[in-house]
């Protein structure tokens, strides 16, 4: 059976890694990626504990939720690129009217 400890100390310096870019960067693509990469560590967790209690044994009351993990995952992945894809837009669009990609630049948004 799957040991979820190591797996999910990844998970969690990941997600602190991305954390800190978030909270600490003030491009705006860097703070893309670093919240891309707490997602990434959002799945690692998910499929883990999916990997763990599948591994549990497979009656049929476990079947069923074996695989919720996984679907989440997907479903996080699905949400992740549709955030990619508007939070690139919003930045080429503060780029080309400001020519910088910094959060000061983005204060425009505001209102």
Not at 1 to 13: G, I, K, N, S, W
Not at 58 to 74: D, P, S, Y
């Amino acid at each position: 059976m799957l040991d979820p400890q190591p797996v999910l100390l990844l998970a969690a310096a990941l997600f602190c890694i991305g954390l800190y870019g978030v909270l600490c960067r003030t491009n705006l693509v860097l703070i893309l990626m670093a919240l891309e990469l707490m997602l990434n560590a959002a799945n690692i967790t998910l499929v883990t504990f999916s990997r763990y209690w599948a591994g549990r044994g497979l009656n049929a009351e476990n079947f069923t939720h074996a695989h919720t993990g996984q679907f989440f995952t997907l479903m996080v992945m699905a949400v992740a690129a549709a955030e990619v894809g508007v939070g690139l837009a919003i930045i080429v669009a503060v780029f080309r009217r400001r020519h910088a990609s910094e959060v000061g630049a983005a204060t425009e948004l505001k209102n």
